[in-house]
Each structure stands twice: as C-alpha cells, then as structure tokens.
C-alpha cells in the first residue's frame, strides 16, 4: 500500500480504545434494574406494612380507645389501657435489671477478665449465641423457672419482666462492650500512670466516656423488648383484662399480647381495634427510637 | 488515705534502708533511682537485658538509641507500667528511695502517684481542663483546695497564663502542644518527685517542642526527669545525663534484646564517647 | 516519704468485693444457658417417658391435645422448613441484592436513606408482619392482586412476609462482610479493565463468602425461630402437604398456639410445650453456632 492508502485506512478506523460490548452494557443495566428492584421491594413493602396498620387502625385511636379496658365481647367499648399500662411496667422492670446486670458484664469482660484464657472465650461464644436463641425459648425458661419451678411465683408481672430482660440481656452486654471498647487505651494509661486504681480508672473515665454508646443501646434494646410477643405468650400474660396491674404479683397483659389476640378474634371489628393497639405500638416505639438517636447525636463521645 | 497525705506535707524523712548506700557523699548528687541489673520479659522474648546505672535527683537523663531497643520498655519499668501487660516480667531491682519498687510488698499505684509519667502523644481526658489536673489529686483523696492546686500546677507547667480563664472548657479543644503541656501540668499535680517522659514531642511541631524543652529546664529544679527520645539533637539540648541504647540479635538470629552501651554525662557521649556503636549513631553513621 | 507498701486498706478491699460482683453478673449469661439446656433437656427426657422416641420423630400426625392422641413431630417440623425455605426463597436474592447495592453501587445520598428504612423494617415487631400477613397479604395480594385460591389461614403468606421480616437480617451482616473487603483488592481489579458488575460478583462476593453465608444462615435462624407471624397468618392446623395455600405450624407457633397459664404442670400437653421447644432450640442453636464460626472468620481475615 502507498502511504496515502496507509493513512487513508487509519482514518477509517474508528477509535482506538474500543467501545464497551453490547453484552456487558446490557448485563450491566440488568443487573442494576435487579438491584433497584429488590431495594424498591423492601420500600414497598414497609409502606404496605404501614398502610395496612395506620388504614386501619388510626381511625380507631381516640382517648376512649386509650383509656378503657379491653371487653370481651363488645368491640365498640374495648380500649387498651391495661396494654399500655402493662408494657410501660414492664419496661421499666427491664431496665432497671438489663442496666447494671449489662454494664456490669461488660465491665468485666472487657477490663478484668483475662482475654487469653478459654473460660473467657467461652463466655463470649455464649453471649453470642444467647443474643440468637429465639425468643420463644426465653418463654419457656421463664414457665419452666420463674412462673412454676422453683421460684414459681405464677403468670405475674414480674415473671414477664424478668423473662423479657433475660432476652434482652445478651443485647445490651454486647452494646455495652463495644462502647467501652471505643473509649481508647491511652486514657487508660493516663489515668493509671497517674496513680488512680482500676476501678477509679473504670468509674470515672470509661464508663463516663462510654455511657452515651450504652444509653443509645440500652433503649435500641428496651424498644425491641416492649415489641415481643412470644415470650409473654408461654409465661401467660392475661387475656383482655379489665385492670391495671397493681403489684409486681399482679397479672398482666402487654401491648403486643393484646394485637396478638384480638388479631385472633373472629370478630371483624375487633381485628380492627387490634391495628389501633398497633398504631399506638408503634408510636411508643418511634419515640424511643427518637430519643435514642437524640442521645447518639447530642452526646456521642468522638475520640 | 490521710495518713499519707500528712506525711507528704513533712519534711523529707531517712526512709529505712535495705540495702546500704555505698559512699553516698562522694556522688555529686543524690541517685534518686539505683536500676541493677534489670531485664524485662515478654513471654519468653528477653525485650531489654542487663541494665545497670544510676539516675540522679535534679537531672535530666535522656535514653537515646534507634527504634525497638527496648528504651521505652525500661523507663516503664521505673514506674510499673509494664505490669499492665499480661505476659511482662522484670526480673533486677529498681531502687527508689531505698526500696525495690519490685518487692512482693509494694502497691503499683502507690508508686504511680510519686513517680509521674508522660507520653509519647498527648492523652488529655474528655473532661474540662480545671478536671484533667484534678483528676490526679482527686483519686489520691488529697485535701487542701482545688483550685489552688490546679493553679499551681499549671503555673508550674507553664500553662496557666494560657488558659486561665477558660478552666472549665474541653480540653479537647486545645492545640497538640496545649494538650501535652496539660498532661504535664496533671502529672505534676499528683506532686511526684520524678517525672518520666516517653518521647513526648515527637507529636508535636517545632515550636511547641522548644517550649517543652524550656519548661523541662525549668522543672529541672524541683524535680528529676527522664525522657526517652528519637531526637539526638533534643538529647544534647535538655539533658545532664545520657544512657545509649542499642539492640543485639540473638546467636540465632530470631531475637532482639536491647541493652544500655554507654551511660555518661551528655556533652561525653556527644564529643568523646567512649563506645565505637555511640560514636556510629551519634554522628549518624548508623540509624 | 510515703510508703509505698500495700496495705490492706479499705480501698483494696472493696476494688476485690467489686471484682467479684462484676464477675458474679457475667456469670449469670452461663446460669441462663446452662437453665435453658436443662429445663428443655429435663422435661423432653420426661416426654420419652410417656411417648416413643420413634413415635415423636417419624410420625406424621400431631394432634396432642386430642383425645386420642398423635405425638408425631414431623408435620410441625415440615411446617417450621416449608415457611421459612418460602421465607428465605424471598429474602436470600432480595437481602443480597440489597447488600451489593449497598456495598458497591449505592451514592452517599442513597444510602443515608436506604440503610434507615431497612433498619426501620428491622425494629418493626413481628405481630406487625402476621396482621400485614393475614389482613392485607392474603386478601389483596394473593387473592386479589394474584388471584390464588388460598386459605384465610396459608403458608403462603406467612412465608413471603417472613422473607419481608427477615430480608433487613441478611442485608446488613452481608453488607458489612464485603464492605470489610479491603479496597486494595477492589483497586487491582479495576486497574485490570473489570467493570463495577465484574468487580462486585467476581471479586467481592468471593471475598466475602464466608460473612454472606453467615448471613444467610443467620437469616435462616430467625425465620425458624419467628412465633407470632406464623401463628396469626399461618394457622392452627399442622400439615404434611406440599400445598402452600393451606394452613400450616411450625415448632414455634405450636409452642404459643398451647401455652398461656392454663396448662397442668406434667400433663402431657406441657411435655409436648418442653419436647418441641428442644427441637427448636436444637435446629437453632446448630444454625448459630455454624454461623458465629463463620462471621468470626471473616472478620480475622481482615482485621
């Protein structure tokens, strides 16, 4: 070929790096319409769980709704006041035993136990799993020890207290260790070099450094106790009563139990009034959802 | 708690000895820490061997010598911070004040409160400044106002005109150089008689550094400090006293040891050392 | 001079009395496990007494609280796999896609939006999905929208919904598995001319593995495991048919479905409650701990 053919044919030519295959632009639009899709699902989805909640349920919510009694019989004159009263109680008992029975595991896991022996290993490899049985379970340990068995104390709020706190426990144990394992080790050292003890050390620099990580986790766990079912079902929370608990020796009835059973009812009417108690539910949970992040945001220690 | 603050406040009595001091009028000063023959042990890995030397009252010693020669793991040793880690051993004695800080009877955190310590980057607390230097003589239960001690001690540490008037903010909130100066200021108030200070400008920039430099003069003073540093020209420019480290594979190759070459007064080990490895790394032959 | 001896003082008495309460607290999580083996262990042991070990494991008809009664568990069994394999035929492809979306795709902006509402999907209480599953799913997707001639009570719609419930579970630890994938080996991937596509299935879903089967089995857990989804949607009859549309229950359902207050110590029926809550804890707790070893693993490799 002479150069001018040469050249000629160099310009005919299109580009030198090739364009991108049909095949892998194609693949690549697939694949993403896939991925948009699947995260779309999960969108709707929450939005068809909250419609169907809220459609049905809001209308129901009134203070006549959230004051009166569960009847057993007449829809019209049925309220969840003791639902409501009965889950507040039982979150208080939760935290009021989750709290220190949690920070203080922590506390020794992560400051006084020796990491390299196997007893310490095996207490981390159990938290793990305790975090993971299913909550049904903690029912029947709660049946089998708390409401009959050797403490036996019968189908009481306390029994459903203690049942949801040992749920949650394994929870708040491993929140509460990776928040004081963010406290770094060089106040550690700056605090022992300067005479403090361990436990001077622990008082007053990492559990004050860490405690705005165990809040936040500590309601994050609360939130989920109060939305548990199972658990109270096997202990024996009441059917639709007509009170409030009056004692920790009381029986009760919870949030949950309430939408389980008149989910379960025949009548139409009260299938409804159990999406009122869910709205309510709900609420309950998005303030302490709220206020858990509130806590992260305005007083998250950064190192 | 208060029977120790009391004796504090007294005049400096003979404590009991154990072990005779050979001669002690004939040193120019008063050797505040008497190490023979310390080794320290990591598992079974011998970190630093054979030290021996006296670090004297109202001087300043520098531990020179080049990365991983074990002078960090020694001066922890003065103040028992190595028995933060699990599988660390000392074997030799410590002398201070006439006791071996390693006998079965004496309480790590007793000897942290005399013997202050600084490190490499600053670690001030998350609290406010007034708080950080409080922090020390609050867990010791010591009584007499606050105020006035945190006063004093960060006019000590020549801090206080800085920060006088905001006590109570962060201190956080302080430069890398304020902060370091703060540590010092807090290990001051704890009122030790030895301050230990493991590299502790490397952190910083220049300028703060002189201005650390000058206030270990200063503190000269009143107290004896010794500082672990990478910086040579830092060594010859503070301190009275300097101790060459260096580290020694083992026959097989596969351990490292460090131990001291050469411990002499600064301007020798500078100009006339007598050790040929002193001479490499100080004119900087070697790194 | 001060003494530098220690003395017994106060101080030091109370630094070991608070060593021991920290280390009496972590001991509570061996107590719950060590409680939770021997009251499901002690009573199933009891069962044997009363019914064959053959008859429990190989029959297939369950109906304990008949007159004459049928103690076969493989109905409940079947119904325990067939919902969650529904559930996890959903929320494996969906939570993946999710995860990869996540990991490698998702803009900033998006994912600020994204990992909230999956994180909201997680915190919503299970009751909430068995009232979608029974109240919405049924009656307007699968009859209406689908047309499907399903029962009121079917496994169906307790399983999709599950997947729904489970899809956030198994998003979020696969999503932390290959974002733990360093992004050197992304670089040299891209450095060679792969596309995103490439990069994603062929470098970090493989380096990820062992983290996104983690996932997948702890997915897998926590639909064995569900109670009240499947005991509101799924209903109160146990069945050995491959019939999707009719009404099946899982261990945990029967376990609800039965307890509740009223039921005799060491009658048969609370033997039952003991015997099906062992198989559970015993197919989960096999599932956790395979799972553990598995995120364990991927999380040494990169840290």
Redesign the interface.
């Given at each position: 070929m002479t150069g001018a053919q040469m050249a000629a044919a160099a310009r005919r030519q299109t580009t030198v790096i090739p364009r991108?295959s049909a095949g892998?632009a194609i693949?690549?639009i697939v694949?993403?319409l896939?991925?948009?899709?699947?995260?779309g699902?999960?969108?709707v989805?929450?939005g068809?769980?909250i419609y169907?909640?809220a459609g049905?349920g809001l209308p129901f919510v009134d203070s006549s709704f959230l004051t009166r009694f569960p009847s057993r019989v007449i829809p019209e004159r049925s309220g969840i006041q003791s639902a409501i009263v009965g889950t507040i109680y039982l979150m208080f008992i939760c935290a009021v035993l989750v709290v220190?029975?949690g920070i203080?595991?922590a506390?020794?896991?992560e400051e006084?136990?020796?990491r390299?022996r196997w007893q310490h290993r095996?207490?981390e490899?159990?938290?793990?799993?305790?975090a993971?049985?299913?909550?049904?379970?903690?029912?029947?340990?709660g049946?089998?020890?708390i409401v009959?068995?050797p403490i036996g104390m019968g189908?009481v709020l306390l029994a459903g207290g203690i049942t949801l706190s040992?749920l949650v426990?394994?929870v708040v144990?491993i929140v509460a260790r990776e928040a004081i394992r963010a406290v770094?080790p060089?106040?550690r050292?700056?605090?022992?070099?300067?005479?403090?003890?361990?436990?001077?050390t622990i008082w007053?620099?990492v559990l004050p450094?860490s405690i705005a990580g165990i809040a936040t986790g500590v309601i994050l766990a609360l939130?989920?106790a109060i939305?548990?079912?199972?658990p109270l079902?096997?202990v024996?929370?009441?059917?639709s009563p007509r009170f409030n608990p009056n004692g920790l020796d009381s029986a009760f009835t919870a949030l949950?139990v309430q939408?389980?059973k008149w989910?379960?009812d025949s009548e139409q009417a009260f299938?409804q009034r159990?999406?009122g108690a869910?709205v309510v539910?709900?609420a309950l949970?998005l303030i302490m959802?709220s206020i858990a992040i509130w806590l992260r945001n305005r007083y998250e220690?950064k190192? | 708690m208060s029977e120790h603050v009391s004796e504090r406040l007294e005049p400096a009595v003979e404590p009991p000895r154990l072990i005779p001091e050979p001669a002690a009028e004939a040193q120019p000063t008063e050797s505040i820490f008497d190490v023979n023959g310390v080794a320290v042990f990591y598992g079974d890995h011998r970190a630093v061997t054979d030290i021996t030397l006296k670090l004297r009252r109202n001087q300043i010693t520098a531990l020179i010598g080049p990365s991983g020669c074990g002078k960090s793991t020694f001066i922890r040793c003065l103040n028992r911070m190595n028995d933060l880690i699990p599988s660390a051993r000392v074997e030799g004695q410590v002398i201070y004040h006439g006791q071996d800080l390693y006998a079965d009877d004496i309480d790590p955190v007793q000897v942290r409160k005399r013997i202050g310590m600084v490190f490499q980057k600053p670690n001030p607390f998350p609290k406010s400044i007034y708080d950080n230097i409080a922090f020390g003589p609050r867990v010791m239960g010591m009584k007499g106002d606050m105020d006035e001690i945190v006063e004093g001690a960060l006019k000590r540490a020549a801090l206080w005109d800085d920060v006088k008037d905001r006590l109570k903010t962060n201190a956080f909130g302080m430069s890398g150089g304020q902060q370091q100066r703060l540590c010092i200021a807090r290990a001051l108030a704890t009122e030790p008689d030895v301050l230990l200070m493991d590299e502790p400008c490397s952190a910083l920039d220049p300028i703060s550094t002189g201005r650390i430099e000058d206030l270990m003069l200063e503190l000269k003073a009143d107290y004896s400090i010794v500082i672990v540093t990478h910086n040579m020209q830092q060594a010859a420019r503070v301190s009275d006293m300097t101790a060459f480290f260096t580290v020694e594979l083992d026959a097989g190759e596969k351990h490292r040891t460090g131990r001291v070459v050469e411990y002499a007064a600064t301007d020798k080990i500078f100009t006339r050392p007598d050790d040929k490895r002193t001479e490499d790394y100080v004119t900087g032959k070697v790194g | 001079m001060i003494s530098l001896t220690r003395t017994p003082s106060l101080r030091s008495r109370c630094e070991g009395a608070i060593k021991m309460a920290l280390f009496a607290a972590a001991a509570l999580s061996i107590v719950t496990t060590l409680a939770i083996i021997g009251s499901l262990t002690f009573e199933t042991i009891d069962f044997f007494g009363d019914v064959g070990v053959g008859e429990y494991l190989f029959g297939t008809k369950w109906a304990p609280t008949f007159a004459d009664a049928s103690f076969g568990v493989l109905p409940l069994i079947w119904g325990t796999l067939y919902v969650s394999l529904i559930a996890l035929a959903v929320a494996v492809p969906l939570g993946l896609l999710c995860a990869i979306y996540l990991a490698e795709y998702a803009p900033n902006r998006v994912r600020k939006v994204v990992k909230p509402v999956l994180e909201l999907l997680a915190g919503v209480p299970t009751i909430v999905f068995g009232y979608f599953a029974l109240t919405f799913f049924t009656p307007e997707v699968l009859q209406g929208l689908f047309g499907l001639h399903v029962d009121v009570y079917n496994a169906l719609a307790a399983g999709i919904v599950m997947g729904l419930l489970v899809l956030p579970t198994i998003a979020s630890v696969a999503e932390d598995a290959m974002s733990a994938v360093p992004a050197s080996l992304r670089e040299g991937a891209f450095g060679l001319g792969a596309s995103k596509l490439q990069v994603a299935i062929r470098i970090v879903f493989p380096a990820a593995l062992s983290g996104i089967v983690a996932a997948l089995i702890l997915g897998a857990s926590r639909a064995v495991g569900e109670t009240v989804l499947v005991l509101v949607a799924g209903g109160q009859g146990p069945s050995m048919s491959v019939d999707p549309g009719g009404s099946h229950q899982t261990m945990a359902a029967f376990i609800a479905s039965i307890a509740g207050g009223d039921l005799p110590t060491g009658s048969i029926e609370y033997k039952t409650l003991f015997t099906v809550g062992f198989t559970l804890f015993a197919m989960t707790l096999l599932l956790n701990v395979v799972s553990i070893r598995l995120v364990r693993k991927y999380r040494q490799v990169y840290e």
């Open positions: 991108r892998a693949s690549d694949f993403r896939m991925m948009y899709g699947a995260v699902l999960a969108f989805g929450l068809a769980i169907d909640f049905d220190p029975l203080m595991t506390v020794y896991l006084y136990a020796d390299d095996l207490v490899v159990n938290i793990q799993n305790l993971a049985v299913p909550s049904i379970v903690y029912g029947i340990l049946l089998a020890f009959r068995g189908p040992l426990l394994p144990i770094p060089s106040i050292e700056g605090s022992l070099a300067l005479g403090a003890t361990q436990w001077q007053r620099q450094g939130s989920r939305g548990e079912t199972a079902l096997v024996g929370a009441a059917v949950p939408i389980v989910t379960q299938v159990a999406a869910i539910l709900m949970l959802n220690q190192w | - | -």
